[in-house]
DNA sequence: GTCGGGTTAAGGAGAAGTGTTTAAGTTTTA
DNA sequence: TAAAACTTAAACACTTCTCCTTAACCCGAC
């Protein structure tokens, strides 16, 4: 059982950077290079993110799987293709068609290449008609 | 830039899992053994508690190292040790003995042994009085 | 007892993450 | 502009995670 997500080296940058420090200052109190501490501090802050991210995902957890949009699709029809899904299935997405889009770019931005979508995408939607993309 | 901590595989077990399926008919679905969803399941909890516990650490962020607790150490002696140092900081320790007792014993239970200190723990005070064990 | 649902242990192959270094960049700030 | 602070990339050794299989075990209900 390994607590967090962060390792002690990781535990010890954000601290100390926290306490407004400099890399390098950093390096030198903990021995090694400021690229090194550069690294260790980002990949903190990826694990962080990559934390907020896991718990978002168990709130929309309750969604249903929608529809699927296969790569080369317009980002310009997406929107509409899901309305239909969701009305399909009694419920009232709670975006409009830029909303969606916003949405998605937000989500999935490497799934996507200008107006189209590249890799394909999972939609899921819940009761509340909140989506959530994968 | 990797997504959350969940794997697809995950969140596929997770999201059968809250539709009501049991292992088993998850197996059949995803085309694996149910032992196999069984540990799929259990690390995906697994990734979400130390999710949880990454987040819990950032709000703690802002906390200075207090003082560090030496294995051997009687457990009973260890708020009177924290109490102290605390007020040295002129900070007030938002716990009473058997409250800091508890917040060790939930915090690190694998660095304790009955009434004693297995490992040594180095503890984190915040300026609110909050404190946090590693 | 048997069956269904769940858990555990051991082991293995492949993928991903970590801490490092070195060396070259870019941005900020005095 | 020069110095200080920060970022990036490539490469390497190591460790951990993930998914998988097989085979066994626990427990509550019928």
């Known amino acids: 059982m390994k607590e967090g997500l962060l390792t002690d080296r990781q535990k010890e940058v954000l601290r100390h950077r926290r ?15 400021k690229a090194n501490v550069c690294t260790i501090e980002k990949s903190a802050i990826e694990n962080v993110r990559r934390a907020r991210e896991t718990l978002q995902f168990m709130y929309t ?39 969606l889009i916003n949405r998605l770019r937000e989500s999935l931005p490497e799934h996507l290449q200008a107006r189209f979508v590249k890799d394909e995408i999972q939609v899921y939607l819940n009761d509340d008609g909140e989506v959530y993309f994968e």
Do not use: N
Not at 20 to 26: D, P, S
Not at 64 to 77: N, P
């Open 19 to 33: 306490q407004g420090l400099t890399q390098q200052q950093i390096a030198d109190i903990i021995g090694t290079s």
């Open 61 to 99: 957890l309750d969604a249903r799987f929608l529809c699927e949009i296969s790569s080369g699709a317009d980002l310009l029809v997406v929107p509409d293709q899901i309305f239909r899904e969701a009305s399909a299935r009694g419920v009232k997405v709670r975006y409009d068609t830029i909303g």
